[in-house]
């Protein structure tokens, strides 16, 4: 499967599949195959919230430190 462009691309495919799995015509194989493509798409997401929980960390860690180096400065 294609890797989607971003993640809201990524959730959107996962409420079509959503919205697929709950149709009444979907048959047993149909279901199985779009299981498998969403589980492949929550990696994807899961991947790229944990990706951007390490920068915004990154972010934290340099501005916790531009303000203790700015605390010093004022002593």
Do not use: F, H, W
């Not at 493509?37 to 790229?48: E, S």
């Not at 390490?54 to 916790?64: A, C, F, G, H």
């Amino acid at each position: 499967m294609a890797q989607p462009k971003n993640i809201e691309t990524a959730i959107l495919q996962l409420d079509t599949i959503l919205s697929q799995m709950q149709q009444e015509e979907t048959g047993l194989a149909d279901a199985v195959k779009l299981y498998a493509k969403a589980a492949d798409l929550i990696v994807y997401c899961d991947k790229q919230l944990a990706d951007t929980q390490m920068t915004i960390e990154e972010i934290d860690r340099k501005l916790d430190s531009a303000q203790t180096e700015d605390d010093q400065d004022d002593l």
